[in-house]
């Protein structure tokens, strides 16, 4: 399993904002800048994490992003998931419940099953402070 690019730049940007927590707004030019990334990539991740309620969005002179709530409310599940939807290991975990061509017989379901249990539980568990 890989991380696409949105969940790994969505972690550096929050981050970026952990660390500019209670000091205002941060634009995103200034966030792109010390990253390293594409100024145009990160709007389309911040509006995924604005419409998730994790960064709020301050308009005009002196304005940018700034975390929705304290950083250790924040869990790196919900950005996670904010950013990258369903990271479901196998179909049976998926919000969407596709159409498993195996069904109950699918030789790989109860392991992943347990993996992705562990997995979520294990994002959920850290916050945005731990970072």
Known sequence: ????T??????????RLK????QGPMAISDIARIEGLSEAYLEQLF???KKNNLVNSIRGAGGGYELARNPDEIKIGQILNALEGDMALSCSSMNNKPECRNGDACATRNILDKLQIKMEKLLDSMSLSDM
């Open 1 to 4: 399993m890989k991380l696409s």
């Open 47 to 49: 509006t995924l994490l």
């Open 19 to 22: 660390l500019n927590y209670g």
């Open 6 to 15: 949105k969940g790994r730049y969505g972690l550096m940007a929050m981050y």
